[in-house]
């Protein structure tokens, strides 16, 4: 597992307040809104404050924002093409 999938799983962890999760319990493509992880769009916008504050990166359109926060690992590939 890369660095950043790890520090993002951490990062989602602590930014949401998901207590009741470790990291092992997220794979990197888990659907984080729906069923597995289960976020809502409250946690969307965290997820858009983490992104624009530790990587410098800023989504605004939605339809973006739907397809990068799919998943652990199409936010660490978003990041890897955007840094």
């Known amino acids: ?19 009741d999760l470790e990291i ?18 409250i946690d969307a916008l965290e997820l858009i404050v983490l992104l624009e504050k530790e990587y410098g990166i800023k989504i605004t359109d939605p339809k973006e924002g739907k397809e990068v926060f799919y998943s652990v690992e199409t936010m660490a590939s978003y990041i890897e093409k955007h840094s």
Do not use: V
């Open 1 to 19: 597992m890369s660095n950043l999938r790890q520090e993002l799983k951490k990062q989602i962890i602590e930014q949401l307040n998901l207590e």
């Open 24 to 41: 092992t319990d997220i794979n990197d493509n888990d659907e984080l809104f729906g069923d597995e992880i289960g976020l809502d769009s």
